[in-house]
């Protein structure tokens, strides 16, 4: 392929709203540009490393007879009406109203309308274990849609289901699909890390993600310097549920109000008061189905409403509004704490269980508390987890120490059980004569973010680093002097050639400055750069450069495409 | 790959809702699954035979030099109001208000985002000529989906475009794709033809349709049976343009007016006054941007909107209301006539030049005119071709006989010219240093109608008869008795073969009756089927047909590899 032939509009300097490495260098790599927020277009080379992803992807699903299907943009909005997600997915689902008046819905996700097709089309245990799968495009109506085609409105995924007679078998199901996303991103050259996650809207008990370390990722995980454990942010089990003993020696003092006016939070307090926030409890007003629920945690942790959710058994907990706080405690939002609260379950997390002589909000204006404690001063419905771990933290496995990291999630592995097929209706006649509802499970990957991430991941200061297997150029041949008949023919020949052995290859013969071509080659990414020059070559000689590698071979003319076969096959 | 990992979903009866044999075949073949009006998955099979469509179609591109990219389907509506195309779509473009209450389109076509992304990425004339294209999703929210995937809300398109420096560089470019087109279309195996056709909406002069002919097709399309002149019946012209001076003769009788109680119709008029409908005046009022147009066709042809429009310059031509005929003409719908119309610019068809002593309607209520004459009682003030060609014509290039088929559109190509480029300001710099407008072609293609078209073409009353180029399964292997262990061996071992050698091949190792295996095959329309039979195994020998032939043969086990090949590569 001839650089005059293919759309590849590089760029100089790092583009306007652009916020990471990886963003600006699909930009001015020429990948991708952006049509309206979050909406990106893939030009060639771009479109061309999606491919490669979604190659692999297929093979490796292929491999462990995973059955590709495709299935509608369009559902109808009934499938999630009676799946119940139609308020879970809120305004990030995207919908219409057609021409005959029904609502429509743009696939964000296809549990809705895949449950309905098996429902349809399998009935006898004979039938499964099944696996199907699709690479297709979803929408999501992001609130901020951000870091190129990391978080965008419209992306292609890979989401497959499984359906399975038993716990037992889904369990084979998802361990296949587990090992096969460790091999896909293996084949993508991705350095990543397995973590347990919350299903969230998916529902289910157990999930794993596949996430990329980058600095970039808008994700958090948590990783164990002593052993395996790594989660998400979101899930990472806190590791305080024993109490520490030690504190229950501490005398309690008297409880006293004080005057604090204006001082809202815990920081103006701690400065206030000149007491670290640890000494201090953080009360947060929920409402919940049941009513209102007051968490509790240590000043210095943050309240992790995913886990708190799940503690209450709350589908639907909001934070209460300014107004419904006042009702409630009789003070406005920043004065609230759990001593003489009614009307409210109170429910604390494990970190507060220690705490002897804490600072907490009085429930009246511009009153706090001091030396409050737990029994004497007021009664704690229930203790759990309900905050989110830091590097103060230990593992909760092994109890050594802990890192944060930011991460992009590049899959995402679902243990969905029988919610689907429950409220679908997907049953079959076991071979015992009973109709059972199928056990699922569900997995994708984000083609786009696998194209993302590498990049994130793999680049210096002059441009992206392409492994092999994702490479949408994987030579580039530079040509100094395209009027020179001798190199074209040679230059060409051999792109003809490397085209023929299914090796992408793209010739440079612009007539512009040398300087351009070597910074857009650097920049392109290709893993082999070739340079032919006129004068070496009347010797029989060219240039070989990899592009991991700071220096270049120069080699006979007739050896170049053995040595480009060899490098190709053995990075 | 075995049937038991598969969804085949195979169906013994014709299913309801179904028009024609192909939407039928591809129910009951497994190949497709509605999900709502107009919006269906593809299964497994279906998949594949996609799948196959789109890599012949992706090869005969890339041959050519053209480049893949990926536009996004969400569009910003602004785009859609430069081209001036948002009123031209109408209810048949989806819309959305998204969650920043900003109107967004789903992509019904992708003229304006690829003419929008040139225009940023490509200034000189040393980037032309170029041609890019996708295979995407398109969405159009028709009001009577119908024919199965043939006229479906959500469809997959190859759409292409080019862009030029001048006409006659978007001539070679149009032969290109018009020449790739032939090829696509021939290595898919279909009986097509290529038909003039009117650019509609797109814009443009020079159009031209791929019609694959079968009885169901919704389009109509006009041949020649001594040239090789081919129409679409919305473009095809009449060849009456020249005056039949033998009529001249006729003497004029006198104007009469006639009772005709609530005749209005030509067909009751016929009756009533037992004249031929040949020697009645159709006259129908529309209204244009400038007014009022009655348009007079001879009484047994029908008006051609597209014709008309296009003869008096109108974009938004519509029939009259009842009430604006009334008001106009001073009698109801169906008294129309061109003698005494006031306020209405007069427009005939060719046809009506030659006719005498006609009948029109009077203007009156029930009342009609008898001898009516052009000249004598009214004025036309054109004469054009504005009804449809009808087999009572002749061809306008040869004057031999001319026949009307049904067809399905398969493809189509335009000549778009600066339509987009100047609206959108997709311009660049020549090389004599002035700035012009690239001239534009594009070129479409509908994946899933190759599938459906073929299967209209190519099925005999068992099931579809696949050519070897997009059939899904290429070898059916029925395993007679799948417990017995060598049976299964050996067809495991020809399963593998066929796969490790990139032939699809499906090992039926159902647990039923051999008549359920072979029906299914046949249906399911894999080019070969081998079939293995214990006893003939045990002598050495297994049974191969081609789906095509009534015979099997019976050949020696260790033949049959290489026979399979044969037939794959021969045919």
């Not at 397995?194 to 969230?200: L, Y």
């Amino acid at each position: 392929m001839r650089w005059s032939n293919i759309l590849i509009p590089t760029l100089k300097e790092d583009p306007a709203d652009t916020e990471t490495t990886g963003h600006k260098l699909m930009i001015r790599a020429g990948l991708i540009r952006k049509l309206a927020s979050g909406i990106y277009s893939y030009l060639p080379l771009g479109f061309r490393a999606l491919k490669k992803a979604e190659a692999i992807v297929r093979e490796e699903m292929d491999k462990v007879d995973a059955q590709e299907l495709l299935l509608p943009a369009l559902q109808p909005v009934e499938l999630w009406h009676k799946s119940g997600r139609y308020n879970d997915l809120g305004e990030d689902m995207i919908k219409f109203i057609d021409r005959h008046k029904k609502e429509m819905v743009l696939g964000p996700t296809h549990e809705e309308v895949i449950t309905e097709l098996v429902r349809n089309e399998v009935h006898s245990y004979k039938q499964l274990p099944l696996i199907l799968y699709q690479i297709q495009t979803k929408f999501r109506d992001e609130l901020r849609p951000r870091f190129g085609v990391i978080r965008s409105r419209e992306f292609i995924m890979k989401d497959a289901y499984s359906f399975d007679r038993d716990v037992e078998s889904l369990q084979i199901s998802y361990k296949k699909m587990f090992d096969t996303y460790c091999r896909i991103f293996d084949r993508c050259g991705l350095k990543y890390v397995i973590v347990e996650a919350d299903p969230g809207i998916m529902g289910g008990d157990v999930s794993h993600e596949f996430m990329v370390l980058a600095e970039s990722g808008e994700d958090m995980i948590v990783k164990c310097s002593g052993c395996l454990w790594a989660s998400s942010l979101d899930k990472a089990e806190c590791a305080d549920k024993q109490t520490n003993k030690k504190n229950d020696k501490e005398s309690l003092l008297p409880l006293k109000e004080i005057d604090t006016p204006n001082i809202k939070t815990i920081e103006k307090l701690s400065k206030l008061l000149n007491v670290e926030s640890k000494g201090m409890l953080k009360t947060i007003i929920y409402r919940s189905e049941d009513g209102f629920v007051a968490a509790l945690v240590r000043g210095d942790f943050q309240i992790n409403e995913l886990k708190l959710s799940r503690a209450i058994g709350s589908l639907h907990l909001k934070l209460a509004t300014d107004k419904e706080i006042e009702d409630l405690t009789g003070a406005p939002l920043g004065f609230s704490g759990p001593v003489g609260l009614k009307n409210a379950k109170i429910i604390a997390d494990f970190s507060v269980r220690d705490m002897r002589n804490f600072i907490a909000g009085a429930n009246k204006t511009d009153r706090h508390l001091i030396n409050v404690n737990i029994t004497r001063d007021f009664s704690v419905d229930t203790f759990s987890d309900i905050r989110f771990i830091t590097e103060s933290d230990t593992c909760p496995k092994c109890k050594a120490s802990i890192t944060l990291k930011h991460a992009i999630e590049v899959g995402h592995v679902f243990k969905l059980g029988i919610k689907y097929s429950n409220r679908l209706g997907a049953v079959f006649l076991d071979a015992d004569g009973k109709t059972k509802p199928m056990v699922m499970g569900c997995y994708g990957i984000g083609i786009n973010r696998i194209i993302a991430a590498i990049i994130e991941q793999s680049n210096d200061k002059e441009g992206i680093v392409w492994p092999m297997s994702l490479a949408p150029v994987l030579v580039y041949t530079i040509v100094l002097d395209p009027k020179d008949k001798i190199s074209m023919k040679f230059a060409s020949g051999l792109d003809d050639r490397l085209r023929d052995n299914k090796l992408d290859s793209l010739l440079d013969d612009r007539q512009i400055s040398a300087g351009i071509k070597f910074k857009d080659a650097d920049l392109i990414g290709a893993p082999i750069r070739i340079t032919v020059n006129k004068d070496a070559l009347k010797k029989g000689r060219v240039e070989i450069k990899q592009r991991r590698e700071r220096v270049s071979k120069i080699v006979s003319k007739d050896r170049i495409f053995s040595l480009i076969l060899k490098s190709c096959t053995s990075t």
